[in-house]
């Protein structure tokens, strides 16, 4: 499917879709207690998500998201292609509990 007619297909459950280079199209859906940025939408389904606590923290990590490593901002937690993962960001982050993202960098 192309961009408009997936929009079409997702629009039932996702709202603020954006194409990004490489990572395909990205959305903001409503989970039952948190939104999530929504990456890879193909017609059954996503290839990744990070959701965060409001709508307003995903509409504002998604606009300015370029595609490259995790979302700024204080998603919780991340699960889809590649695993699962907290942001270590987060205060409540708990290195026993979770795997810190791939996309961090060690010092």
Not at 16 to 23: H, L, S
């Amino acid at each position: 499917m192309r961009t408009r007619e997936l929009k079409l297909h997702w629009k039932e459950y996702c709202t603020d879709f954006k194409e990004i280079p490489g990572v395909g199209l990205c959305a903001i859906r409503q989970y039952m207690f948190t939104y999530g940025i929504v990456s890879g939408l193909d017609e059954i389904s996503h290839k990744g998500r990070w959701c965060f606590s409001t709508k307003e923290e995903a509409q504002a990590a998604l606009k300015y998201w370029d595609g490259v490593g995790d979302p700024l901002g204080l998603w919780i937690k991340y699960k889809g292609d590649g695993g699962e993962y907290g942001n270590v960001r987060r205060p409540e982050f708990n290195p026993q509990f979770d795997t810190p993202s791939p996309h961090t960098k060690k010092n």
